[in-house]
């Protein structure tokens, strides 16, 4: 692994660099957390009354003086890294769409059902249920580079079991392979939030952690779009789709498989100093002062995160739902159109990317965290409403239109829940927050893939987006709901009006804290 230099060499391997404050006493640690938590020494509690008091002035006269800060620089890895994992999640986003962009073929193909191929893109969101607790748990306790690296290497294991898969009878083999490729996904979609924080500054977060979804939202979109032109449908000739299909899945593996071995040549823990004051803030803490159960108990206790959970499953739902679904809606009322399918999934996708990166860039600037997603919520309400009653209209290009307009909104809002839920639930865990966000996508995808493909089977596709509408709206009135508070963003203001409890990991009852209110020039 490549480290970063001393001296001139680390002079040249840093950008960014800020005025360190090497030579100025470091501020009191508030029990290696944050201001909030009165120092312990030898397992008694701080000296309470005037003298604490004391303390206090001393420490906001230190900040005030400029005193105290670590050094933060920005690293060059940042990059690489953030392009590693957006290549990596792009895989495996596009192993979880190419089944079902396909679903007639494969329906074809193995003999099955089109429930069956369906599975084969749910069984992502049914693995993530159940197994994101013990992968936010590695994250924290094991770190980010061993929970990249497991990411990668499931993500190219499940890949080469898809290629053995390539027979009429071998559908428990598929999706066994998507199965692996699914757990995979656990371990990749709780990063992009913790990447961003620990290796970007606060002026590019919002951004960086964008890009990183991007990754994820190019590997639909690329699952749009070149599934139906790599296996056309060739129902009369079984032979020919086999080696189609192989085509796919071994460009597939091999593309993984490098992408596993440079994850495991770029990334690293974290950088050499941290790139923002809230981080550095984080990196004090003694790790006997982190408890991971505590940490899931706050989370459940901060009402608006809990609003914005639920919410954010909501939103992520439906656009799981609709992505799953697309194909059989599209040829419901177009039949024969497979490939324009594809490329109408491929618009809405492409168009949320670009609305991922507007947002993220527009938070960076502003920081209006609650009002960004409201409003981009409504506008998805609106967008799907209008998607829902022009898709029979016979003329495929407004559905491009509006299956564009539909994805910048849509699509464009799972970075802003992640980086939301990071600062009103700071100084929690990234990969923890994200985690649970995810799980609860994952639940409510669930939930509407298997209703609105009976509603759009039974009935009719409006019927199943009608159904989906109604849910966005519910989500609508509890994002307006949601109490904005951004602890992350005071924190590298110098505002640091917080509240924060350090729990050790065997204390079983939460001791009393203070707050310790700082406000400086920072």
Not at 375 to 403: A, E, K, P, Q
Request: hydrophobic share 45%; proline share 6%.
């Amino acid at each position: 692994m490549v480290e970063d230099g001393g001296g001139e060499e680390e002079a040249e391997g840093e950008s960014g660099e800020m005025p360190a404050a090497a030579a100025v006493p470091p501020l009191p640690r508030c029990n290696g957390f944050l201001p909030g938590k009165e120092a312990e020494e030898d397992g008694r509690a701080a000296p309470a009354g005037g003298e604490a008091r004391a303390a206090e002035a001393e420490a906001e006269a230190m900040l005030a003086a400029g005193a105290g800060r670590p050094e933060t620089r920005l690293s060059r890895r940042r990059l690489a890294v953030l392009a590693v994992f957006s290549c990596y999640s792009l895989v495996n986003a596009f192993q979880w769409i190419q089944y079902s962009i396909l679903s007639n073929v494969f329906a074809g193909f193995y003999g099955v059902s089109f429930t069956q191929v369906d599975w084969l893109s749910m069984v992502y969101m049914v693995a993530y249920v159940p197994l994101i607790l013990p992968a936010t748990w590695l994250l924290d306790a094991r770190g980010l580079r061993l929970t990249a690296l497991l990411g990668s290497g499931l993500n190219a294991l499940g890949a080469w079991l898809k290629c053995g898969s390539l027979a009429p009878s071998r559908y428990p083999l598929t999706l066994a392979a998507q199965t692996v490729c699914a757990v995979a996904q656990v371990f990749i979609l709780g990063l992009p939030s913790r990447i961003a924080s620990v290796w970007f500054g606060p002026t590019e977060v919002s951004t960086a952690c964008a890009v990183a979804v991007l990754g994820n939202q190019l590997g639909t979109a690329i699952g749009f779009l070149l599934p139906p032109v790599l296996v056309p449908n060739t129902p009369n000739d079984i032979d020919l789709m086999a080696h189609n299909i192989s085509i796919m899945f071994y460009g597939t593996a091999i593309v993984s498989t490098l992408l596993f071995f440079l994850t495991g040549v770029v990334f690293e823990e974290k950088p050499k100093y941290p790139p923002s004051h809230s981080q550095a803030v984080l990196q004090t803490m003694p790790p006997e002062d982190y408890s991971y159960k505590q940490s899931i108990i706050n989370l459940f206790k901060n009402i608006p995160f809990v609003l914005l959970l639920i919410s954010y499953g909501i939103m992520t739902g439906v656009f799981y739902s609709v992505s799953t679904l697309l194909n059989q809606m599209i040829v419901t009322h177009y039949e024969g159109e497979e490939v324009n399918a594809g490329r109408i999934g491929l618009t809405l996708v492409v168009a949320g990317m670009v609305g991922s990166i507007i947002c993220g860039l527009w938070l960076d600037y502003t920081k209006t965290y609650k009002q960004t997603t409201l409003i981009v919520y409504i506008l998805s309400f609106i967008g799907l409403l209008v998607f829902t009653f022009t898709l029979d209209l016979g003329y495929l290009i407004v559905v491009f239109v509006t299956g564009g307009v539909l994805g910048f909104f849509m699509t464009g809002y799972l970075p802003l829940g992640f980086e939301f839920a990071v600062e009103i639930t700071y100084p929690e865990s990234e990969g923890t927050s994200s985690g649970l966000l995810n799980a609860s996508a994952q639940i409510f995808g669930i939930i509407f893939t298997l209703v609105q493909g009976k509603l759009t089977t039974d009935y009719s596709p409006r019927a199943g987006n009608l159904f989906l509408c109604a849910w966005i709206f519910v989500g609508i009135i509890l994002t307006a709901l949601i109490k904005s508070d951004l602890r992350r963003h005071n924190v590298n203001s110098g505002i640091m009006n917080l509240d924060v409890k350090a729990v050790p990991v065997d204390s079983p009852v939460e001791p009393e804290s203070t707050t310790l209110k700082i406000q400086s020039d920072l």
